[in-house]
């Protein structure tokens, strides 16, 4: 018991300590792998889950006019910039429809247009509510709308991609709110559409220059469609669909303007999205007010560790199978969490360092648990070859000791018995030597049990069958112990049915019978009555043992089959007994394929059924 403890102790030391040091080393490392770059996997599998579920959720009042491939046409097809015909000829377009707001997110300047076309601009615009000029990214900071238009706000526009790090892959990811404290065309539209909208500065991000927020997409590209400029100005367009509205105006020319195209979340393919339409994603995003931000730094950081130190722990104390399935749940929950916090609140993690950290501390693990199964199993094999060691020595002394006892045993018994039978014995002496007849008659059955368990733990119990009737066993049986129930005056009952022989072992047999035979003796009060009965049942023979005893509590009955179990009641009783003999009634009978089966009520009595195949039988 002792040593058992020991063993224990040291396994827990032992895992303690591999749980411990594996969450440092877990520790050390995820904090060591969490100052390498991670912006692109981060990015990467943020736009994955953008990919994922995006509902279509396009802003209604937001219209887009592209000058493409297909209004070149009237003009030269190598025309970089929207021809300044096109401008006027929309802005005159537009009057009649009523916009709300108009923006063109083209750079309109004097080195791109003639002093005349700047003027008829002007002219154009006078008539409409609210014209924005923006400066696309080739602008640079400080430009100036030219002089004929210099009433009108002139704003950065294009700012969605940079080479920096969220964005190092050219796929459009931000908005922009301000550049050095100029606003940009966007924010200036959405405090228009929005007058709540910037209040609560805090929740943007400042990046370098930029105050900034990330794009949340209202769909996939195609959400908002453009409409091309030269089908609005012959006519195609209603103008009926502007009125209203806030209304983009870009150029987008397949060909000779790449750069008006851009890598979107959801399509890496060259000129598949246009910017035109990223621009009313961001518009909107600002508009909505529910733009996307990053988990601060240590947040992303602290959950890196904690699913480090989850991993590490979990996948030292599970199966392998077990942990795998871990494994796989746990990147799905930080993928499905990742997802809800990106399209709900709008929070974006650092979900590719969260999902490395518990792939790299699930490999991490790996050497630790072989370590640890080694030393486990090496703990557990010494144990058992030390309890078998233990077991045999056991074996052996129980059966020297009780092959030793027997003899004396015997003759004292036998020694007594024939004094008591003396006539010479003087009177006073006979309680003293009846008490040594009773007393080494236990001790003789005792003796018997034990010697009958060391055989049945060695396995040395082969059965020698012979073809018998086993109501004559039953007789013989009875007739040994009819002194015993005499001492207590209790008659014993026989209710034997005649049956064929069949072969048994009939030392065993008699074993079995002798040993139920004795407790329905034994806990029978004086004065009582002890049936045996037998009945063919065709496929086997049944024998009962059946008292009125004190019976077995519902507890008991299904334990007392159990080596050294004695009932809670007998435990305190004066009634000796080894609680071997029902555990050996079991083996035995069970080495003949036989069952035995009980059924006891408490207080009035207990019948034990003994059923025997007759396969054998002659
Ligand atoms: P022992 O009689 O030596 O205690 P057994 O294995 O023969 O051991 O029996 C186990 C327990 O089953 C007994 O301690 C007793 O509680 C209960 N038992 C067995 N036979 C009877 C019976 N005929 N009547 C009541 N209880 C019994």
New binding site residues.
Partial sequence: MGSDKNIQTTNLRARLSYHVSATLLGFAVIGLIALMPWDSANSWITDLLWRIGTPKNPDTEIRLIAFDDASAYRYTPISEIIPGPEISGLAKFLVDAQPRNVAFLTSISSNRYTPEELTDFRVAFQKLPHVYLGYDEDALLGQRAPEPLRAYPYFPAFISRDSQSYAADAVSRRVMIEIDSLPSIFSIIANDMNPGFGADRSKYEKNGAALQTYIRWQGPPGTYPISSSRRVLDGDVPASEFKGKTVLIGSLRHMERARDFTFTPFDRNDVAASSLEVAAHGLVTLIRDNGVQHAPALLDLLLAFAIGTLTVNLVLSLSPASGMVFLIGLVGVIACGAWFLLHGPGICLATGLHVFSAVFSYYLVIPFRLVYEYRRRSHYQEKSEWMSQLEELKSNFLSLISHDLKTPVATIQGNAEIALRDSALPQHLRPVIGAIVQTTEHLSQYVE?VLDLTRVESAQVPLQKTTKDINSTIREVVDEKRILAAEKNIEIQLQLEPLFSFKYDVRLMKRVLA??L???I???PPHSHVILATKDEGEFVSVS?I?N????AAA?REK???K????????ESA???????????KYFVELHKGLVKIQ?EVGK??S?VVQLPVHGAI
């Fill in positions: 049990s040993n139920l004795e407790n329905a034994k806990y029978c043992v008292d005893g004190p019976g077995i008991d007392i089959f159990e050294f179990y004695r009932g809670a009641a007998q435990k009634i000796k007994g080894s609680g071997l003999g029902l555990y050996l009634v006891s009595g207990t034990f």
